[in-house]
């Protein structure tokens, strides 16, 4: 029966046929899978107990290979050399920002100041003021395409000024640039790179689908879609809820009141919530639903066609929100792990890692903190239980390199206490390749604009389908309040539909991933300011702008590409900036950057548009690349960022 019941179970992981797009049937192949040697080494999240000795900077700089047209990362590496030759003895790792005074330069470094005061205290060295170092550090810059003649301000910070020779050559190269879809960056044979899990999204059976789960799903789909650009092997798995002793009195009450069925996920949480009013108020069913959880771990064919009959339910509903997100999942729910739990228990108390307290079986952690409870003094599993059998079965049969786990902050100390476990346990370990990194992105809540907790009035959470045809429905009043012209009745709708979703996945990833943001309609459904709606008016503006001219930009070779106007320069040379966003983003698993860039692209342009006339013009050539080139990077992040980009308004 056991064995039936794993069957059963993997069966239902992958039953879902468009979205859930790893499917069960080649799950026996893929454990089966061999890997070649990567040589990335990866980072967790700042939990000290996962942390190797090395410095975080050193471990982030191993990640991932930087884009070969990284500029930022160019010019660090510039100056990298530059101070180890004019200071071998006291060399470190290098600092460089862009200039906040944009007449002073492009970039700025400012480690001439720091340095001084190292050699100074170190002696052997004739140095009389941190100009003098920058001075010695510009002395060692080996010649490059990038930029001439750095200059030096205040009281040591050297400023370079990218050459609009390089602006204008990168501008071109990058001038075939192609759809987000068809192309990948780094596809050079000789790059390998790591094998990355991301857990995010995570629903209940049995339960509608919440504001709360929107940014996990949210959030993890643009982290897999930031490691998928850069061809970074990806698995997006979808941890439901889907297992438990809430399933025994859930089928009492539906063998007790439904003929065993519901077909609406609506139904199965009213019948839920009545469920565990009916266990908590009478002795009876509480004890029928017992027996009932027992019979389903033990593969009785009644209860476990009840519980497939609930999970498909549930499931339709799920597919129709990630239909509606546009996001690629795999299921694989906490019954995938059921019977690996026992194993992963017994290994870790083998190993003192875990030990018996008061009755049940706890993990103390390396770190203060209260204790992992991996099974409870009854004898029964919990979450911490299924996500240490979890995090085993990604690193031995995955063979994961990178777990990434999406959740609310709130589950912080969880996830420390697992990785600690996981640590100790030696999982993440490995002779042939660096060990395997953890990590933990945690969210805040979503408020209203009270300040409390996004909710409906009568205090329920409200239904992420509610919140998503909402946005959609403001979005298609204001279209038709605005006469939008050109637009036919399903063309609109479908606009409306890209507007509404993507304003609801930017107003989320702009902001700081831990901290709370407030929901407002308003808010990210205005003209102006950073919203999604403002950048997709820019987008529309460019596309605009390539549809009227006459040149053929698709078959057009263009030999010289000429700026005149700041405005001109300023948005060629964001446009190179590009590399080291998506970089930096990925690097610290932060979203929002691509945001930041995608908003200032927007900006920078609508600049240049109200300033440049493109159309006749006689630099009209150059100014239709620039448009061009604009239109593509803007694509390449609303890709990354998951937003459908409007082409007519």
């Given at each position: 029966?056991?064995?039936r019941?794993?069957?059963?179970?993997?069966?239902?992981?992958?039953?879902?046929p468009?979205?859930?797009?790893?499917?069960?049937?080649?799950?026996?192949?893929?454990?089966?899978?061999?890997?070649?040697?990567?040589?990335?080494?990866?980072?967790s999240?700042?939990?000290?107990?996962?942390?190797?000795?090395?410095?975080?900077?050193?471990?982030?700089?191993?990640?991932?290979?930087?884009?070969?047209d990284?500029?930022?990362a160019?010019?660090?590496?510039?100056f990298?050399?530059?101070?180890q030759?004019?200071?071998?003895?006291?060399f470190?790792?290098?600092?460089?920002n862009?200039?906040?005074?944009?007449?002073?330069?492009?970039y700025?470094?400012?480690?001439?100041?720091?340095l001084?005061?190292?050699?100074?205290?170190?002696?052997?060295?004739?140095?009389?003021?941190?100009?003098?170092?920058?001075?010695?550090?510009?002395?060692?810059?080996?010649?490059?395409?990038?930029?001439?003649n750095p200059?030096?301000?205040?009281?040591?910070f050297?400023?370079?000024?990218?050459?609009?020779?390089?602006?204008?050559?990168?501008?071109l190269?990058?001038?075939?640039?192609c759809?987000?879809?068809?192309?990948?960056?780094?596809?050079?044979?000789?790059?390998?790179?790591?094998?990355?899990?991301?857990?995010?999204?995570?629903?209940?059976?049995?339960?509608?689908m919440?504001?709360?789960?929107?940014?996990?799903?949210?959030?993890?789909?643009?982290?897999?879609?930031?490691?998928?650009?850069?061809?970074?092997?990806?698995?997006?798995?979808?941890?439901?809820?889907?297992?438990?002793?809430?399933?025994?009195?859930?089928?009492?009450?539906?063998?007790?009141?439904?003929?065993?069925?519901?077909?609406?996920?609506g139904?199965?949480?009213?019948?839920?919530?009545?469920?565990?009013k009916r266990?908590d108020?009478?002795?009876?069913?509480?004890?029928?639903?017992?027996?009932?959880?027992?019979?389903?771990?033990?593969?009785d064919?009644?209860?476990?066609?009840?519980w497939?009959?609930?999970?498909?339910?549930?499931?339709?509903?799920?597919?129709?929100?990630?239909e509606?997100?546009?996001v690629?999942?795999?299921?694989?729910?906490?019954?995938?792990?059921?019977?690996?739990i026992?194993?992963?228990?017994?290994?870790?108390?083998?190993?003192?890692i875990?030990?018996?307290?008061?009755?049940?079986?706890?993990?103390?952690?390396?770190?203060?903190?209260?204790?992992?409870?991996?099974?409870?003094?009854?004898?029964?599993?919990?979450?911490?239980?299924?996500?240490?059998?979890?995090?085993?079965?990604?690193?031995?049969?995955?063979?994961?390199?990178w777990?990434?786990?999406?959740?609310?902050?709130?589950?912080k100390?969880?996830?420390?206490?697992?990785?600690?476990?996981t640590e100790?346990?030696?999982?993440?370990?490995?002779?042939?390749?660096?060990?395997?990194?953890?990590?933990?992105?945690?969210?805040g809540?979503v408020?209203?604009?009270?300040?409390?907790?996004?909710?409906?009035?009568?205090?329920?959470?409200?239904?992420?389908?509610?919140l998503?045809?909402?946005a959609?429905?403001?979005?298609?009043?204001?279209?038709?309040?605005?006469?939008?012209?050109?637009?036919?009745?399903?063309?609109?709708?479908?606009?409306?539909?890209?507007?509404?979703?993507?304003?609801?996945?930017?107003?989320?990833?702009?902001?700081?991933?831990?901290?709370?943001?407030?929901?407002?309609?308003?808010?990210?459904?205005?003209?102006?300011?950073?919203?999604?709606?403002?950048l997709?008016?820019?987008?529309?503006?460019?596309?605009a702008?390539?549809?009227?001219t006459?040149?053929?930009?698709?078959?057009?070779?263009?030999?010289?590409?000429?700026?005149?106007?700041?405005?001109?320069?300023?948005?060629a040379?964001?446009?190179?900036k590009?590399a080291?966003?998506?970089?930096?983003?990925?690097?610290?698993?932060?979203?929002?950057?691509?945001?930041?860039?995608?908003?200032?692209?927007?900006?920078?342009f609508?600049?240049f548009?109200?300033?440049?006339?493109?159309?006749?013009?006689?630099?009209?050539?150059?100014?239709?690349i620039?448009?061009?080139?604009?239109?593509?990077?803007?694509?390449?992040?609303?890709?990354?960022?998951?937003?459908?980009p409007?082409?007519?308004?």
């Amino acid at each position: 029966m056991a064995h039936r019941l794993q069957t059963r179970a993997l069966r239902i992981a992958g039953v879902a046929p468009i979205k859930y797009n790893v499917s069960l049937q080649n799950y026996s192949r893929m454990r089966g899978r061999t890997f070649n040697k990567k040589t990335v080494r990866l980072h967790s999240d700042s939990i000290k107990s996962v942390q190797s000795v090395e410095s975080l900077s050193e471990r982030k700089s191993a990640l991932f290979k930087f884009e070969e047209d990284n500029l930022k990362a160019s010019l660090k590496s510039l100056f990298t050399q530059a101070v180890q030759a004019a200071y071998p003895e006291n060399f470190k790792e290098v600092s460089l920002n862009e200039c906040a005074n944009s007449g002073l330069g492009d970039y700025q470094f400012n480690d001439a100041m720091h340095l001084f005061s190292v050699v100074r205290e170190v002696g052997g060295c004739d140095v009389k003021s941190p100009r003098e170092v920058a001075q010695n550090i510009i002395n060692m810059l080996p010649v490059n395409p990038f930029f001439e003649n750095p200059s030096i301000a205040g009281p040591g910070f050297i400023n370079v000024k990218i050459s609009d020779s390089y602006i204008s050559s990168k501008i071109l190269q990058n001038f075939n640039i192609c759809e987000p879809r068809e192309r990948r960056v780094n596809t050079a044979e000789n790059v390998n790179y790591p094998r990355v899990i991301v857990d995010f999204s995570s629903p209940n059976i049995a339960k509608e689908m919440h504001v709360g789960h929107l940014r996990s799903t949210i959030i993890g789909d643009s982290i897999c879609r930031m490691l998928e650009y850069k061809n970074i092997e990806t698995l997006r798995l979808n941890h439901v809820g889907d297992w438990g002793t809430q399933f025994g009195m859930l089928i009492e009450y539906l063998n007790d009141e439904h003929d065993d069925f519901v077909d609406t996920i609506g139904d199965l949480q009213s019948c839920y919530k009545l469920a565990k009013k009916r266990f908590d108020e009478d002795t009876e069913f509480k004890i029928r639903s017992q027996a009932a959880v027992v019979k389903l771990q033990a593969g009785d064919p009644k209860m476990l066609e009840i519980w497939e009959n609930v999970c498909q339910t549930s499931r339709n509903e799920f597919e129709t929100i990630y239909e509606a997100l546009n996001v690629r999942i795999s299921e694989r729910g906490e019954s995938f792990y059921n019977l690996m739990i026992s194993g992963i228990l017994e290994e870790l108390e083998q190993k003192n890692i875990a030990v018996k307290s008061e009755g049940a079986l706890c993990i103390f952690s390396s770190f203060e903190g209260t204790p992992l409870i991996c099974r409870k003094s009854d004898g029964g599993y919990n979450y911490a239980s299924t996500d240490l059998a979890a995090i085993n079965h990604r690193i031995k049969y995955e063979k994961a390199d990178w777990v990434i786990y999406v959740t609310d902050s709130g589950q912080k100390k969880h996830f420390a206490g697992i990785f600690d476990a996981t640590e100790r346990a030696g999982w993440l370990e490995r002779c042939e390749k660096s060990d395997v990194r953890l990590s933990h992105v945690g969210f805040g809540l979503v408020m209203g604009e009270d300040g409390k907790r996004f909710r409906t009035r009568s205090g329920e959470v409200i239904r992420l389908k509610e919140l998503l045809s909402e946005a959609e429905s403001r979005c298609y009043d204001e279209l038709k309040n605005r006469g939008t012209s050109g637009l036919s009745e399903i063309e609109m709708k479908q606009t409306a539909r890209k507007l509404g979703i993507g304003a609801i996945k930017y107003a989320d990833l702009q902001n700081n991933l831990s901290t709370n943001y407030v929901f407002s309609f308003d808010r990210m459904l205005d003209l102006k300011g950073n919203t999604a709606i403002y950048l997709q008016y820019a987008h529309v503006r460019v596309s605009a702008v390539l549809d009227k001219t006459q040149i053929d930009v698709q078959n057009v070779t263009p030999q010289e590409f000429r700026f005149k106007a700041k405005e001109e320069r300023a948005l060629a040379l964001h446009i190179l900036k590009f590399a080291e966003s998506l970089d930096s983003s990925l690097q610290d698993l932060m979203p929002s950057r691509i945001c930041d860039y995608l908003y200032t692209l927007s900006s920078l342009f609508n600049d240049f548009y109200g300033s440049c006339k493109v159309i006749g013009d006689d630099n009209e050539e150059s100014r239709i690349i620039l448009c061009h080139a604009t239109a593509s990077v803007m694509r390449r992040c609303f890709f990354i960022l998951g937003i459908d980009p409007v082409y007519k308004l």
